[in-house]
């Protein structure tokens, strides 16, 4: 008997509806049609032979046998991105200074830097966490190679960058906001999109800065602490914490774009390869954190 060979087009169509939860905004992200996407996952649910989506509602869940297929995938997915990576760049070689937010450092990209440095043994890393700011100057000085950090503005001709796609903010609390006379914020010191979204969508109401924190792992605290809420985006945000887009009476939070920034001049082909790996690893995790509307 044959051995039954699943299409990896099928199984990274299968993540992204997955994380995503429909097939509409999937199909939005990797640019089909709604009916495409429903049609590769028939394809896919009869080469394995059993359902692997069940709805109810409006809702997209996954079977049991979807819950097995869907470890099984990231698996399959991720052994083939790594190989792909290593056989298309088997003879970089060099040295990589990468800055980070701390949103990504802690965690979207640990296993995609630790996937590329597999892949490619003969290259150093060296990833730097620090503000939006700083990577800037970092980045015009030429002490860094790539930076991916939040925007809501162009920076300049001097950093040449790649908007890999935009995010919603979020409110970030312990528990539901009573009334209160002034709102209690959790916010980094300026300068910082966050902070700015915050007092923008507020406008005229009476607040006051409780607590702040140059760290991610302090803003989380003093929030889990009740010390005030914060605003951030849905990456990263501690299960222990609660997340909303609006609060009655406010309006919506805006969106942020991702991006990634490269020192200028021309590129090293190991720098180019890294931009196209962050590219795509933010892109494909991106739909997963966009649909977050709460």
């Given at each position: ?10 199984l990274r169509t299968f993540l992204l509806a997955t ?62 991105d790594e190989a792909v990576q290593a056989t298309a ?205 709460a």
């Amino acid at each position: 008997m044959v051995p039954l060979t699943l299409e990896l087009d099928l199984l990274r169509t299968f993540l992204l509806a997955t994380e995503v939860g429909s097939f509409k905004q999937a199909a939005s992200i990797v640019g089909r049609t709604q009916s495409a996407v429903s049609l590769q996952m028939r394809r896919l649910e009869s080469q394995v032979g059993v359902p692997v989506f069940q709805r109810i509602g409006r809702k997209l869940n996954l079977t049991e046998n979807g819950d097995i297929l869907l470890e099984y995938a990231r698996r399959l997915l991720a052994l083939n991105d790594e190989a792909v990576q290593a056989t298309a760049g088997t003879k970089l070689r060099g040295r990589l200074r990468l800055g980070l937010l701390q949103d990504f450092a802690e965690s979207i990209l640990p296993k995609t830097l630790a996937s590329f440095t597999r892949a490619q043994p003969g290259v150093q890393m060296h990833v730097r966490v620090e503000s939006s700011v700083k990577m800037l100057e970092s980045l015009h000085r030429k002490e860094l190679d790539l930076a991916v950090f939040f925007s809501r503005r162009e920076t300049s001709a001097r950093t040449p960058e790649i908007r890999v796609g935009s995010i919603p903010m979020v409110w970030v609390f312990q528990e539901a906001r009573r009334s209160a006379s002034a709102w209690n914020l959790v916010l980094f010191e300026p300068p910082c999109v966050f902070r700015e979204a915050a007092i923008a969508t507020l406008r005229d109401r009476p607040w006051k800065q409780t607590f702040s924190s140059p760290s991610l792992a302090g803003t989380w605290a003093a929030v889990s602490a009740g010390l005030g809420v914060s605003v951030r985006t849905p990456i990263g945000i501690p299960s222990c914490l609660q997340m909303r887009r609006q609060f009655p009476g406010l309006k919506k939070l805006p969106n942020v774009e991702i991006v990634v920034a490269q020192a200028s001049g021309s590129p090293t082909p190991l720098v180019g390869r890294l931009r196209e790996v962050l590219v795509q690893s933010l892109r494909t995790q991106l739909g997963a954190y966009a649909a977050a509307d709460a």
